[in-house]
């Protein structure tokens, strides 16, 4: 008797697994009308999204006027973490507006990873980015109250104020709108957020 297993156990031992894939549609295999109606439908998704940003920009913009107009405001109060608050969230839908109609001026993006009418450049409007377009406004106002509070903490900006005075809201406004807007470096490529 020999050692060595004979052809019949090995074939008992070892296990063959096929796995038969179905077929996908190649993503360059679209007809015109599919075509159509794929741009049919992303182009209601990005008209919902741009409405969206904009009545998130309108808004804002109209609160923020009328805490402004009070001629009592101090930025201590809570007319000033609002204002923080809403200045934040008109910043990032602003920054969500400019993304959102980047990707749609260049193009579109269907669920199969079709894009539409050009592969380049990549970053086209797709609808599997929609939630993080609506989401975006409120993670601005977040922030606008976290710089509220860094900055009145002096943890953002350690300034010693001789006079005792706190920040006017002017400056309060600036860096809650500020922190989401890219800056370019010398190159012109988008660097760091300000």
Known sequence: MTNEPDKESKKLSTIEVTVKLTPTKDKTEMSKDEISEEVKKIKIFAFIVVIWLVLLIIAPIGFGAVLLGDDNMNPDSMKGILLCIIVGTLGSSISALVSAADRISKGWEFPNGYKYPEPEPSDKFVARMIPFFLIRPF????????????????????????????????????????????????????ANYV
């Open 139 to 190: 993670l601005g106002s977040a922030m606008g109250l976290i710089v509220y509070v860094g900055i009145k903490s002096g943890y953002l900006i350690a300034v010693k104020n001789a006079d005792g005075k706190a920040f006017s809201l002017e400056a309060l406004i600036f860096f809650c709108i500020s922190w989401r807007f890219p800056c370019q470096n010398s190159y012109g490529e988008d």
